[in-house]
T-cell receptor, first 112, second 119 residues
Framework: DTAVSQTPKYLVTQMGNDKSIKCEQN?????MYWYKQDSKKFLKIMFS???????INETVPNRFSPKSPDKAHLNLHINSLELGDSAVYFC???????????FGPGTRLTVT | AQSVTQLGSHVSVSEGALVLLRCNYS??????LFWYVQYPNQGLQLLLK??????LVKGINGFEAEFKKSETSFHLTKPSAHMSDAAEYFC?????????????????FGKGTKLSVKP
């Protein structure tokens, strides 16, 4: 069983569209994260939820909205997609904040 | 605030040679430190972690790292490189729990070092 799963793996869409990426973890962890990895492999935290509550909200455009329906899921919704949103988005989870994180396989988003 | 610097964006070694990937950190409190590996088109996988116990930490795939407070370093080593070690390696730092909250309480990643292994 995959510990942290993301869907879809690839997402190609046009500017202005709205899209969602789903993330699920079956590790029983309390904390989940979204990261953005750019073309230079730089990883930047976007959001973090602990027990379904937002604890980290970095400087991210408000077009990005995370939603945590329960502790095992953290979805990312993106409105009005822009070219600069093209990147690989990783979901991760940890038992508690600041503990080692387990990453999903990533979603490669391409905005044309 | 924590920060981490990985020296060398690209390291190339021959198969069988020593692997040394450098990581220096800055932290106002004794940190937790991590090394992650990312193979092409995959997510990050934890290699090893330092959480204030033994300063020499052994990880998976024959890697180890030593926490040196005096040098604020946490370099990753492997005695003999394999072709399968070719990947991107990330060092990360965080303050230990329960001091979380806000960007200063999150895992901070270095910019990564790409390891190439020549036959």
């Amino acid at each position: 069983d995959t510990a942290v799963s993301q869907t879809p793996k690839y997402l190609v869409t046009q500017m202005g569209n709205d899209k969602s990426i789903k993330c699920e973890q079956n590790l029983g962890h309390d904390t989940m994260y979204w990261y953005k990895q750019d073309s230079k492999k730089f990883l930047k935290i976007m959001f973090s939820y602990n027990n379904k509550e937002l604890i980290i909200n970095e400087t991210v455009p408000n077009r990005f909205s995370p939603k945590s329906p329960d502790k095992a899921h953290l979805n990312l919704h993106i409105n009005s997609l822009e070219l600069g949103d093209s990147a690989v988005y990783f979901c991760a989870s940890s038992q508690r904040p600041l503990m080692e994180q387990y990453f999903g396989p990533g979603t490669r988003l391409t905005v044309t | 605030a924590q920060s981490v610097t990985q020296l060398g964006s690209h390291v190339s070694v021959s198969e069988g040679a020593l692997v040394l990937l450098r990581c220096n950190y800055s932290s106002s409190v004794p940190p937790y430190l991590f090394w992650y590996v990312q193979y092409p088109n995959q997510g990050l996988q934890l290699l090893l972690k330092y959480t204030s116990a033994a300063t020499l930490v052994k990880g998976i795939n024959g890697f180890e790292a030593e926490f040196k407070k005096s040098e604020t370093s946490f370099h990753l080593t492997k005695p003999s490189a394999h072709m399968s070690d070719a990947a991107e390696y990330f060092c990360a730092v965080s303050p230990p729990p329960p001091n979380y909250g806000g960007s200063q309480g999150n895992l901070i990643f270095g910019k990564g070092t790409k390891l190439s292994v020549k036959p």
